[in-house]
DNA sequence: CGAATTTGACCACT
DNA sequence: AGTGGTCAAATTCG
C-alpha cells in the first residue's frame, strides 16, 4: 500500500524532470531559432532531442511501472519469455539492470557520484575499457557480507561529456537501507554547541558536496529503491535525462553513448547555447 | 585496529 | 589471445 504510493511519487517526479528537460530543450531550440533562422540541422537535433524527452515520459507513463520489478512474473510477456529462455540456458545473473546518468554541476570536483543515490557503495575493481578514455568502477553494496546485499553497480565518465557519468546498477537491495546520508542530512538543525557547531558544518558541508553538487539523471522509471521519498528536497536536483530498462541486455555504457540525449555535440559545436544553458541549469539547481 | 580503497592477478567468456 | 568482471593482497583511511 504505502509502496504503492511511493511509487507513484517517485514516478511523479521523474515525469516531471523529463517535461522539465523537455522544456529547457524547447527552450534552447526557440533561443537558437530567434538567432539563426536558417539552421535546420540544429533544429532537427533539438527537435528530436525534445521528441525523445516525451516518448520517455509516455514510456513511464504506459508500460514502465512494472517493468523489472524484482517480483515474480505473474504475466509473461515477450520480454519476459526471452528472459526465461535465457535464463534457462545459463542460470547466471538473473538480477536486472538498469542504468542512470549522473550529470556533474560544472566547476565542480570531478570525483565520481558514487553516493548521489542513497545508498553505500563499496569499490571493489577499476578497468579501462577499450575505447573509453575514463575508466569504469566497479562498486558493490556495502552491506555485502554482512548482510548479503548483491546490488552492484558500475560507474563511467561518459567520453563525450566529461561532465557526464554513467551508471549501470545491477541487481536490487537486500539489505536493511539505514541511509547516513538522510540521518545526517535530516538532522542538521537540532543541536546547537559552541565548538561543535563547526564540525557540524563541515559535516554538513561533505554531505552536500557529494549531493548537491551532482546531478543524478534518473533513467530507471522504476520503483526499484524507496529511498527518494525521504529525498523530496533533493528530487529537484535530479533531472532524468534517459531511461534505459535493461533486462538482459549488455553493454548499456555503450548504448548510452549512442543513446545520450544531452550529446557533447550541441556544447562543443555550438559553445554559446552551452553556455546558455549551463547557467539556467545553475540558476534552478546549484543553489 | 577495522574498514575502505587501490591495483595487479585471475577467471569466464568469446 | 583479448576483453570485461571479480578477487584479494597491499595500502591507505579514519
Ligand atoms: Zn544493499
Known amino acids: 500500500m504505502e509502496d504503492a504510493i511511493i511509487t507513484l511519487r517517485k514516478q511523479k ?5 523529463e ?26 537535433f533539438l527537435a528530436s532531442k525534445i521528441l525523445s524527452s516525451f516518448e520517455k515520459t509516455l514510456a ?3 508500460g514502465g511501472f512494472m517493468v523489472g520489478y524484482p517480483t515474480q512474473p505473474t504475466t ?3 520480454l519476459d519469455q526471452d528472459c526465461m529462455e535465457q535464463c534457462s540456458k545459463k542460470r547466471k545473473s538473473s538480477s536486472l539492470r538498469w542504468s542512470e546518468q549522473v550529470w556533474v554541476c560544472p566547476g565542480r570536483v570531478e570525483r565520481p557520484p558514487v553516493a548521489v543515490d542513497g545508498h553505500s557503495w563499496r569499490k571493489y575493481g577499476q578497468k579501462q575499457i577499450l575505447g573509453s578514455k575514463f575508466p569504469r568502477g566497479y562498486y558493490r553494496c556495502t552491506h ?8 552492484t553497480k558500475q560507474l563511467q565518465q561518459s567520453d563525450n561529456d566529461p561532465a557526464i557519468f554513467l551508471v549501470n546498477y545491477r541487481g536490487t537491495h537486500t539489505c536493511s537501507h539505514l541511509e547516513p546520508i538522510m540521518i545526517s542530512v535530516e538532522e542538521p538543525r537540532d543541536r546547537k554547541s559552541d565548538h561543535h557547531q ?24 522504476e520503483d526499484l529503491e524507496d529511498i527518494f521519498p525521504s529525498f523530496n528536497f533533493l528530487e529537484s536536483d535530479y533531472v ?7 533486462l538482459e541486455g549488455g553493454q548499456s555504457f555503450q548504448s548510452d553513448l ?3 540525449i544531452s550529446t557533447p555535440a550541441d556544447f562543443v559545436t555550438n559553445p554559446s547555447i552551452g553556455d546558455l544553458d549551463f547557467s539556467n541549469i545553475d540558476a534552478y539547481f546549484c543553489k
Do not use: P
Not at 527552450?27 to 537558437?32: F, G, K, P, S
Not at 552536500?208 to 551532482?214: A, C, G, H
Open 76 to 78: 509473461t510477456s515477450l
Open 240 to 246: 532524468t535525462v534517459s531511461r534505459m530498462n535493461n
Open 198 to 221: 563547526q564540525q557540524e558544518e563541515i559535516e554538513r558541508g561533505k554531505v552536500f558536496e557529494e549531493i548537491d553538487y551532482y546531478k543524478l539523471l534518473k533513467n530507471t522509471g
Open 258 to 260: 549512442n543513446q545520450i
Open 144 to 151: 555485502r557480507d554482512s548482510q548479503g546485499c548483491l546490488a
Open 19 to 44: 517535461l522539465w528537460h523537455g522544456k529547457e530543450v524547447t527552450e534552447q531550440l526557440i533561443r537558437t531559432y530567434d538567432h539563426h533562422l536558417h539552421e535546420s540541422e540544429t533544429h532537427q
Open 13 to 17: 517526479s521523474e515525469i516531471i524532470s
Open 60 to 62: 513511464m507513463l504506459s
